[in-house]
Nanobody, 129 residues
Framework: AVQLVQSGGGSVQAGGSLRLSCTVS????????MSWYRQAPGADCELVSS???????DYADSVKGRFTISQDNAKNTLFLQMDSLKPEDTAVYYC???????????????????????WGQGTQVTVSS
């Protein structure tokens, strides 16, 4: 079975840093696009960053220059390094094997969802001012 297990996250003051990890099992990790999403209370699900099998990377404008996505193929692990954190970065962050091609949404239980992705369990990031 495909499993995505997240770690990292927590609480930090504005300007601080956190690193999220997502370890994938049961899936050819390096053959798929991998992404980080986030869901803030009362907001839409946001695609934060993606990395393609060919290594191309995209970031949401809101995190460009502050967040860095990377992966360790030998360890089947995806990372999101988050620096210069702001209170508006507060959200639950989800990693995903991303097949959605933009077809994702905020679910009724206030999480990110897509009929096409495999998802991590989500991890809370809280940034205080």
């Amino acid at each position: 079975a495909v499993q995505l297990v997240q770690s990292g996250g927590g609480s930090v003051q504005a300007g601080g840093s956190l690193r999220l990890s997502c370890t994938v099992s049961g899936f050819p990790f390096d053959d798929e696009e991998m992404s980080w999403y986030r869901q803030a209370p009362g907001a839409d699900c946001e695609l934060v960053s993606s990395i393609s099998p060919d290594g191309s990377i995209d970031y949401a404008d809101s995190v460009k220059g502050r967040f860095t996505i990377s992966q360790d193929n030998a360890k089947n692990t995806l990372f999101l390094q988050m620096d210069s954190l702001k209170p508006e970065d507060t959200a639950v962050y989800y990693c995903a094997i991303d097949r959605s091609e933009g077809r994702f949404y905020r679910s009724i239980d206030d999480s990110c969802a897509s009929d096409f992705n495999h998802w991590g369990q989500g991890t809370q990031v809280t940034v205080s001012s």
